[in-house]
C-alpha cells in the first residue's frame, strides 16, 4: 500500500491461523475462543517498522491488532 505522494505505507499478506506464534494462538484463544477462521489472518509490516498480525474476529465490527509476542495493539 502506497499513500496518495508514491511513498510505501504498509504490505499485508495473508498467513494461517495455524502458522501463527503460539503467544498469538493463545492470546487469540484464549480471548476470542471459536471466533477465528483459520484463512481470516493477515501479516502486516508498516514502513514506520511495527509488524503486527491483523486477525478477523467472527461477529464482530472490529479486527484485531496483535504483535507476535500476543499482547493486543488496539
Not at 505505507?9 to 480471548?31: A, G, Q
Not at 504483535?67 to 495493539?73: N, P
Amino acid at each position: 500500500m502506497f499513500n496518495k505522494n508514491g511513498e510505501w505505507v504498509l504490505t499485508s499478506w495473508e498467513v494461517h491461523f495455524s502458522t501463527l506464534p503460539e503467544p498469538v494462538k493463545n492470546r487469540i484463544n484464549d480471548t476470542y475462543p471459536g471466533q477465528v477462521d483459520d484463512d481470516d489472518v493477515e501479516y502486516v509490516e508498516e514502513a514506520t517498522g511495527c509488524t503486527y498480525y491483523l486477525i478477523d474476529i467472527e461477529n464482530s465490527k472490529q479486527d484485531v491488532k496483535i504483535s507476535a509476542d500476543g499482547q493486543i495493539l488496539n
